[in-house]
């Protein structure tokens, strides 16, 4: 006869309590020499202990079958067959295997300095005591049950109740027979409340497409790769010095099918290679690619942190992307989203009915902004959490770098909250500690594990050290946004050129805080969408101002100081704000001035990758010095870009005026060369320039001896060097007979 315990523990299972289920199932020690195998198979009529041939007891009504027999009879790893209404099944029996995640691995994850926790946790194929199965494993302590529940058990919570495993808060149960491909999700009960929440995997590698909001058991990886150069050389880079040019994108609107739909990741790899091989640029960024269930969001809401989005195919697709872009010397960063997460039901928020992955203080848990969440960045497990994610995207998918979003929002307790709505740390500041220490967390293990990888901060303040060592009180990012050239630019590109002399200051304060951080200059995908406009649609004037303008915008950006960044669409001067439910308009390659814009992208690539004035120093004031910077009422700028063994001379004009016979000091005398005009008829322009090299005279000007007259195309930008270093040529003089490439 069962015990009281026993009974009781029945009871607790059947109203889905019982928190150590394994207490009661499978096999225990019945009396000296005798075992018996409990299971709970509600909804079956018969069941057998196939090792034993023998059948199980039903006992009572609730679905609890008993077998009892010497223990020498039954090997500790026996099959249960059982037959229902609906089928007939032989299985393992889950609960006569012993705990398989090791006590060293649940104790790292718990100091917050397990950084593989994707390996420890989720789902994944599993092979115990010989038997091929899947074991399930989350984190959730304040839970009283935790339960597996899927199509194989009905969706039944009480079916696969999980083993807790103590302190550590994570519950685990390897279940046999199971395969690639089958949904999932846990339901979990808290312990405190009482209540119900039925959860994705945060581990989770695969997940089911919108609307569905399942996990999937992952699929073994069959990819081979065939990038080792690649990451060989990426290891030994000196990105410091290194041209980088980055193509930002959104793979579910760069490119469509024929009839709208979203591309594979393959058929994006097989049409953006020669793309952006055309247009020359070094990088791609992809808008985040971890599953999320609003097409809306773009990816920043985020759901599925492990899990590459289906919109595009499995993981072994978007490997062969990757793959695919290293193989033609293509570099490919991943946008990052560890500042926030979205309130879905089926997410993070409130995982196991307490605040988990956020703080439990909505001052420092919310972000009322955006409604969303934010990550408790002082919690040992959230940190494991997410910077096991950073590594799983560099190592599982090769990324070459992580661009963070909306760092401003991690480092500071007031970021868009009002007086009252924050409490200042324990020094009385506003500054986020323990953001800021994760950071650098971050930045020193990404850095330590994956040489010539990159990181790059989206900040938007003038927080000191973001790209600066953590061992000098930096925050350790290799590169960051360059947000204040961002807006004093597109600020001072929209006004009316002849009102530009009034606002000369925004276009020459950039240089004074140029060389304080490694930057990029971000034309972002921020700001083409939200009734911001496209590029073109920020420009003024007419038609032919509005393309001159917009190409003396990238010419000035690509001779500045800084790495490039560049979103879709911006390449062909695209006239409508960026559509995610649509695509990049193809069509507008085939317009002469799209066209034209089009080829001065490709053209200034080519030179920014060709001479190495224009990118060694990009982070140095050695690469830079002013030649004239306060001609405001012509509304000119000239400036030197030095590379140490060759100098280029940089003159762009803001104004639709031509300047003929314009006097510019120049560092030696030479013969001046024109390698670059963003006024060419290759482009659109007019044609206004220095077809021939100009001869410097000793005519001091600017503080230099030696001086040369040159003109100064209308809305445009030229670059000049000395005839001595001609080992560059201008692409666009050569080949203007060319077609444009179309696009994909």
């Known amino acids: 006869m069962a015990g009281r315990n026993e009974i009781d523990d029945r009871a607790l299972l059947v109203e889905g309590r019982l928190h150590d289920p394994f207490r009661l199932l499978g096999r225990h020690t019945a009396a000296?020499?005798?075992?018996?195998?409990?299971?709970?198979?509600?909804?079956?009529?018969?069941?057998?202990?196939?090792?034993?041939?023998?059948?199980?007891e039903r006992v009572g009504s609730d679905g609890f079958f008993e077998w009892t027999g010497a223990g020498d009879s039954l090997p500790h790893r026996y099959r249960i067959r059982s037959i229902s209404d609906k089928d007939e099944s032989v299985r393992f029996d889950p609960y006569a295997f012993?705990?398989?995640?090791?006590?060293?691995?649940?104790?790292?994850?718990?100091?917050?300095?397990?950084?593989?926790?994707?390996?420890?946790?989720?789902?994944?194929?599993?092979?115990?005591?010989?038997?091929?199965?899947?074991?399930?494993?989350?984190?959730?302590?304040?839970?009283?049950?935790?339960?597996?529940?899927?199509?194989?058990n009905r969706w039944d919570g009480r079916r696969h109740p999980m083993r807790s495993r103590g302190?550590?808060?994570?519950?685990?149960?390897?279940?046999?027979?199971?395969?690639?491909?089958?949904?999932?999700?846990?339901?979990?009960?808290?312990?405190?409340?009482?209540?119900?929440?039925?959860?994705?995997?945060?581990?989770?590698?695969e997940s089911e497409h919108r609307p569905g909001i399942a996990s999937r058991i992952p699929s073994p990886s069959g990819f081979e790769w065939s990038d080792a150069e690649w990451l060989g050389h990426r290891a030994e880079w000196n990105w410091a010095e290194s041209p980088i040019s980055i193509y930002e994108l959104h793979a579910?609107?760069?490119?469509?099918?024929?009839?709208?739909?979203?591309?594979?990741?393959?058929?994006?790899?097989?049409?953006l290679v020669p793309d952006i091989e055309a247009l020359g640029f070094t990088h791609v960024e992809f808008l985040p690619l971890s599953e999320h269930p609003l097409d809306a969001s773009w990816g920043y809401q985020t759901t599925g942190y492990f899990s590459p989005t289906g919109r595009h195919g499995s993981p072994d697709d978007l490997r062969y992307l990757v793959n695919t872009l290293h193989r033609h010397g293509i570099g490919v960063i991943l946008d990052w989203v560890p500042g926030h997460f979205p309130r879905d039901d089926h997410g993070l928020a409130r995982f196991d009915g307490s605040a988990l992955f956020e703080y439990p203080d909505k001052q420092k848990g919310e972000h009322r902004e955006w409604g969303t969440?934010?990550?408790?960045?002082?919690?040992?497990?959230?940190?494991?959490?997410?910077?096991?994610?950073?590594?799983?995207?560099?190592?599982?998918?090769?990324?070459?770098?992580?661009?963070?979003?909306?760092?401003a929002s991690m480092l500071y307790l007031d970021y868009s909250r009002n007086a009252g709505e924050w409490t200042p740390n324990i020094h009385g500041g506003n500054e986020h500690l323990e953001a800021v220490a994760f950071l650098?967390?971050?930045?020193?293990?990404?850095?330590?594990?994956?040489?010539?990888?990159?990181?790059?901060?989206?900040?938007?303040?003038?927080?000191?050290?973001?790209?600066?060592?953590?061992?000098?009180?930096?925050?350790?990012?290799?590169?960051k946004w360059n947000m204040g050239w961002m807006h004093d630019t597109l600020k001072y590109m929209a006004e009316d050129p002849f009102?530009?002399?009034?606002?000369?200051?925004?276009?020459?304060?950039?240089?004074?805080?140029?060389?304080?951080?490694?930057?990029?200059?971000?034309l972002s995908h921020d700001e083409v969408v939200h009734g911001k406009s496209s590029l073109l649609g920020k420009m003024p004037g007419d038609r032919w101002q509005r393309f001159a303008n917009l190409r003396l915008l990238y010419t000035f950006q690509w001779a500045f100081p800084g790495k490039k960044l560049l979103f879709m669409g911006s390449e062909l001067g695209q006239p409508d704000e960026w559509d995610h439910d649509g695509e990049v308009p193809w069509n507008l390659a085939g317009v002469p001035e799209h066209a034209g814009v089009r080829r001065l992208v490709s053209d200034l690539n080519a030179l920014y990758r060709g001479r190495p004035a224009l990118h060694r120093f990009d982070f140095s004031g050695e690469g830079f010095e002013w030649l004239q910077w306060d001609d405001s009422d012509r509304s000119v700028l000239s400036y030197l870009r030095r590379s140490g063994d060759g100098d280029l001379l940089i003159l762009v004009n803001f104004t639709p005026v031509p300047r003929h016979e314009y006097r510019v000091g120049v560092p030696s005398r030479s013969r001046y060369r024109e390698i670059f005009n963003s006024d060419s008829r290759f482009f659109g322009g007019s044609d206004v320039g220095n077809p021939i090299p100009v001869e410097s005279e000793g005519v001091a000007w600017m503080g230099r001896p030696d001086s040369i007259l040159l003109t100064l195309p209308p809305l445009g930008?030229?670059?000049?060097?000395?005839?001595?270093?001609?080992?560059?040529?201008w692409k666009g003089a050569e080949t203007g007979d060319r077609e444009p490439a179309a696009g994909p």
């Open 98 to 152: 012993p705990p398989q995640l090791g006590a060293p691995e649940l104790e790292s994850f718990g100091r917050g300095e397990h950084f593989r926790a994707h390996k420890l946790l989720g789902s994944r194929a599993h092979e115990a005591d010989g038997v091929a199965g899947v074991l399930f494993a989350v984190w959730a302590p304040q839970a009283e049950r935790v339960s597996v529940v899927a199509d194989f």
């Open 373 to 407: 969440l934010v990550f408790n960045y002082g919690r040992n497990e959230v940190r494991s959490f997410l910077i096991s994610n950073a590594l799983y995207w560099l190592e599982d998918f090769h990324f070459d770098g992580l661009r963070v979003d909306a760092v």
């Open 717 to 729: 930008g030229i670059v000049m060097e000395p005839v001595e270093s001609l080992a560059f040529s």
């Open 252 to 271: 579910g609107s760069w490119c469509r099918s024929d009839t709208g739909e979203f591309l594979n990741y393959r058929e994006i790899a097989d049409r």
């Open 440 to 479: 650098k967390a971050f930045n020193e293990v990404v850095h330590s594990q994956f040489p010539g990888t990159v990181t790059i901060a989206e900040e938007s303040t003038a927080w000191p050290g973001v790209t600066s060592p953590t061992w000098s009180n930096g925050l350790g990012f290799t590169m």
């Open 499 to 522: 009102h530009r002399k009034h606002h000369h200051d925004r276009i020459t304060f950039g240089p004074i805080y140029a060389f304080s951080e490694n930057f990029v200059l971000p």
């Open 32 to 56: 000296p020499g005798r075992v018996v195998v409990t299971a709970f198979l509600p909804g079956v009529s018969e069941a057998w202990i196939v090792e034993a041939a023998e059948a199980m």
């Open 167 to 205: 302190a550590s808060g994570v519950w685990e149960i390897f279940i046999p027979g199971l395969d690639p491909g089958e949904c999932y999700k846990y339901e979990i009960r808290n312990r405190a409340q009482g209540t119900l929440h039925l959860k994705s995997d945060p581990f989770a590698r």
